[in-house]
C-alpha cells in the first residue's frame, strides 16, 4: 500500500444491513463529539464489544472464514492464502490469533487480527465472549476484547484447542518494531518478512501514525528510494482519525443516540 492509495472510507450498503441490537452496555458510549477514541479511557473498552456483534452479523453472511484486522494493522503481504492454507492443514483450528505473550504460562491474545473458521460452533462462541465481556466490564470497566479472549482461552480447554496463536515474528505487535530495524547487530542475519504489522502499544491517532511509517518506509522490507511526504504523511494521520469517528457515528446511528 502507497500512502498515495489512501482515499475516504467509501460507502458501503452492506454497512445499512447490519443492525446492533441485543447488546446491552454497562456504561454506553456517549455521542457527544467526533473525537477520537483510545484505549486510555473508558469509552473505548464500550466501543471495543461492537467487535463481537460485527463477527456475528458477518458469520451470517455465507463465508467459509473470517478475518478481521484492526485499522492499524499494516499488511506487509497478503496474508489470505497462508491463513486458509492452516485451517486446511489442521481441521481441528478454528481460530488462528495474533499474540503479545511474554510469559508461556499467561498468554495474552490479540484481536487486532484474527481469523475464525465459519463453522456451526462459532456463533456460540462469539456468545461467550460477549457474555464474557459484559461480565467482566461490570467487575473493570477498563476490561478489553484482548482480556476477554484470553480468558476464555486459560479458562475453557475445549475453546483453547480450536485455537491457533499466530507466530511473533511474522505476525509481530507494534512493541516488536525494532526487531525489523535496518541496523542488524549480527551482520547477515535478518527477521524473517512478517505478513503484517500491527501499530498497538502506543496511545492516539499520531502515535500509531508514525508508528506505521516507521515500519513502512524505515524497516528492513520499505521498498527502496520510499520517501514520505508532508502530504502523504497528513493523509495517514486523517485516515487513522476517520476510523474513529466513522465508527463512532455509526454507533450513534444504530443506537440512536
Given at each position: 500500500?502507497?500512502?498515495?492509495?489512501?482515499?475516504?472510507?467509501?460507502?458501503?450498503?452492506?454497512?445499512?444491513?447490519?443492525?446492533?441490537?441485543?447488546?446491552?452496555?454497562?456504561?454506553?458510549?456517549?455521542?457527544?463529539?467526533?473525537?477520537?477514541?483510545?484505549?486510555?479511557?473508558?469509552?473505548?473498552?464500550?466501543?471495543?464489544?461492537?467487535?463481537?456483534?460485527?463477527?456475528?452479523?458477518?458469520?451470517?453472511?455465507?463465508?467459509?472464514?473470517?478475518?478481521?484486522?484492526?485499522?492499524?494493522?499494516?499488511?506487509?503481504?497478503?496474508?489470505?492464502?497462508?491463513?486458509?492454507?492452516?485451517?486446511?492443514?489442521?481441521?481441528?483450528?478454528?481460530?488462528?490469533?495474533?499474540?503479545?505473550?511474554?510469559?508461556?504460562?499467561?498468554?495474552?491474545?490479540?484481536?487486532?487480527?484474527?481469523?475464525?473458521?465459519n463453522t456451526k460452533?462459532?456463533?456460540?462462541?462469539?456468545?461467550?465472549?460477549?457474555?464474557?465481556?459484559?461480565?467482566?466490564?461490570?467487575?473493570?470497566?477498563?476490561?478489553?476484547?484482548?482480556d476477554v479472549i484470553?480468558?476464555?482461552?486459560?479458562?475453557?480447554?475445549?475453546?483453547?484447542?480450536?485455537?491457533?496463536?499466530?507466530?511473533?515474528?511474522?505476525?509481530?505487535?507494534?512493541?516488536?518494531?525494532?526487531?525489523?530495524?535496518?541496523?542488524?547487530?549480527?551482520?547477515?542475519?535478518?527477521?524473517?518478512?512478517?505478513?503484517?504489522?500491527?501499530?498497538?502499544?502506543?496511545?492516539?491517532?499520531?502515535?500509531?501514525?508514525?508508528?506505521?511509517?516507521?515500519?513502512?518506509?524505515?524497516?528492513?522490507?520499505?521498498?527502496?528510494?520510499?520517501?514520505?511526504?508532508?502530504?502523504?504523511?497528513?493523509?495517514?494521520?486523517?485516515?487513522?482519525?476517520?476510523?474513529?469517528?466513522?465508527?463512532?457515528?455509526?454507533?450513534?446511528?444504530?443506537?440512536?443516540?
Open positions: 500500500m502507497n500512502p498515495s492509495d489512501i482515499q475516504d472510507i467509501p460507502e458501503n450498503p452492506r454497512l445499512n444491513k447490519v443492525q446492533f441490537n441485543g447488546l446491552e452496555l454497562k456504561s454506553p458510549v456517549t455521542a457527544d463529539g467526533d473525537k477520537y477514541i483510545d484505549f486510555s479511557v473508558p469509552e473505548f473498552y464500550n466501543l471495543v464489544q461492537y467487535k463481537w456483534v460485527l463477527l456475528e452479523h458477518v458469520s451470517k453472511l455465507g463465508f467459509d472464514s473470517i478475518v478481521f484486522s484492526d485499522f492499524d494493522v499494516y499488511w506487509n503481504k497478503n496474508p489470505i492464502i497462508e491463513l486458509e492454507e492452516t485451517f486446511k492443514t489442521f481441521p481441528e483450528v478454528d481460530i488462528q490469533i495474533q499474540t503479545y505473550t511474554s510469559r508461556p504460562s499467561s498468554e495474552q491474545l490479540c484481536m487486532g487480527f484474527v481469523a475464525f473458521r460452533a462459532l456463533l456460540p462462541d462469539l456468545q461467550n465472549l460477549k457474555d464474557l465481556h459484559a461480565k467482566l466490564l461490570q467487575e473493570n470497566r477498563m476490561t478489553g476484547d484482548d484470553s480468558k476464555l482461552f486459560h479458562s475453557d480447554a475445549n475453546f483453547r484447542a480450536k485455537v491457533l496463536k499466530l507466530p511473533q515474528s511474522t505476525f509481530p505487535t507494534g512493541n516488536l518494531i525494532n526487531v525489523f530495524s535496518r541496523r542488524n547487530l549480527f551482520p547477515g542475519l535478518v527477521p524473517f518478512e512478517p505478513f503484517v504489522f500491527h501499530a498497538n502499544f502506543v496511545v492516539g491517532s499520531r502515535k500509531k501514525t508514525l508508528l506505521l511509517k516507521t515500519f513502512i518506509y524505515n524497516s528492513q522490507f520499505a521498498k527502496s528510494g520510499t520517501k514520505v511526504t508532508f502530504r502523504q504523511g497528513v493523509k495517514a494521520a486523517l485516515l487513522v482519525r476517520r476510523v474513529g469517528v466513522y465508527a463512532k457515528r455509526l454507533m450513534k446511528q444504530s443506537l440512536n443516540f
